[in-house]
């Protein structure tokens, strides 16, 4: 390439290849290849944690609830009542227990029919002695004992007739007044007539299954709480506020 170079030019040798010299330089910079530039390699996504569900077994096989349930009352309904359908299966983490079989109840009122204990004690028939009746909207109020994990609140009013019940509300809390980190987890109370402010759920007829209350939270992870708390109105129709089970399922510290 040197020797071209000093060929094409018409001047001195000297200065021919001084021009040679630096015209073939400038050819082979351009010719030379250039450092291939290092781009950092591609950030991937953290891994996604693979979290294993099962369905809840809240336990209404033919032998533990009285299926014979009638089919939808007639008459007025209220607005916000939520369509008769097939449950979707409601998907836990492996583990689950009920936290609440046979712990203490309290009421804010003495019932007038049965006994507040009868709430936590497993059976979810609705026969004529398997109802805590009250004569008029309250609560009742389950202690665990301590600390839970709780993942669902499951409710069983009086079932054998199917009633529309006003103004249910789940509440959770850690101490007994309901003062410390108190959590709403359910309120269909869709006209603020308890007073405990308006809620965004629907109102459901009582049935053999049972109303399933999501506190499972984030990820699964569930809601941390001592006590439960369960309002109750009036019935659509004028009926008195009647309880036959409540099982609250989590995790046992």
């Known amino acids: 390439m040197l020797r071209k170079c000093i060929l094409y030019v018409a001047g001195t040798a000297v200065i021919a290849f001084a021009l040679g010299a630096a015209a073939c330089n400038k050819s082979s910079d351009e010719r030379k290849p250039r450092p291939a530039t290092r781009r950092p390699a591609p950030r991937t996504a953290p891994a996604r944690r693979v979290i294993e569900l099962v369905e809840l077994d ?28 097939k449950r979707a299966a409601f998907m836990v983490v492996p583990g689950m227990k009920n936290l609440a079989i046979y712990k ?85 109370d869709h006209d603020n007539s308890s007073a405990m402010g308006e809620g965004g759920d629907k109102a459901f007829y009582t049935r053999w299954w049972g109303e399933i209350v999501d506190a499972r939270g ?31 399922y989590g995790k046992e510290k």
Not at 223 to 246: C, L, M, N, Q, S
């Open 218 to 248: 984030e990820n699964h992870a569930g809601t941390p709480a001592r006590y439960v708390r369960i309002y109750t109105g009036e019935g659509w129709e004028g009926e008195p506020p009647r309880f036959v089970e409540v099982s609250v």
């Open 58 to 85: 809240i336990g209404i096989g033919t032998d533990t609830v009285t299926r014979a349930t009638p089919g939808i009352p007639k008459g007025l309904k209220p607005p916000h009542l939520r369509a008769e359908g």
């Open 104 to 188: 203490t109840v309290t009421a804010g009122e003495e019932p007038t029919v049965g006994d507040v204990d009868q709430i936590t004690d497993g059976i979810k028939k609705s026969g004529k002695f398997d109802y805590v009746e009250f004569s008029q909207p309250g609560w009742v109020q389950i202690d665990l004992g301590g600390p839970q994990t709780i993942h669902a609140v499951v409710i069983w009013h009086f079932y054998k007739n199917a009633t529309i019940y006003n103004d249910v509300i789940v509440r959770l809390a850690d101490d007994a007044a309901f003062t410390k980190n108190v959590r709403t987890l359910f309120n269909n």
